[in-house]
Nanobody
Framework: QVQLVESGGRLVQAGGSLRLSCAVS????????MGWFRQAPGKEREFVAA????????YYANPVTGRFLISKDNAKNTMYLQMNSLKIEDTAIYSC??????????????????????WGQGTQVTVSS
């Protein structure tokens, strides 16, 4: 049974930092490409960041480039999202997602939500002024 479990979301002041985690079970983590998405109230889900199965290639949405850092620890079966210089507009439910990338390139990543087959339940991040 595949499980993706996010943690780390909480209330934080603008300008602060948070680190989200996504623990994965039921998949071979070293062949698993992953991403973070977020959904704010009244808005559609949007791509935040993606990482290849190797962890060597990453990709970010424009609004978070330079502030967020995605990483993947294959020894701990866990993906992270370090969020710095948080803004009120970063408030959203953050969800992690994964796809089996065994037959894809070592540096493959995607920002397309439709390509991901596994999803977590999400963790709430609220940024206050």
């Amino acid at each position: 049974q595949v499980q993706l479990v996010e943690s780390g979301g909480r209330l934080v002041q603008a300008g602060g930092s948070l680190r989200l985690s996504c623990a994965v079970s039921g998949r071979t983590f070293s062949t698993y490409a992953m991403g973070w998405f977020r959904q704010a109230p009244g808005k559609e889900r949007e791509f935040v960041a993606a990482i290849s199965k190797s962890g060597f290639s990453t990709y970010y949405a424009n609004p978070v480039t330079g502030r967020f850092l995605i990483s993947k620890d294959n020894a701990k079966n866990t993906m992270y999202l370090q969020m710095n210089s948080l803004k009120i507009e970063d408030t959203a439910i953050y969800s992690c997602a994964g796809l089996e990338a065994r037959h894809l390139g070592v540096n493959y990543y995607t920002g397309e939500s439709a390509e991901y087959t596994d999803w977590g339940q999400g963790t709430q991040v609220t940024v206050s002024s």
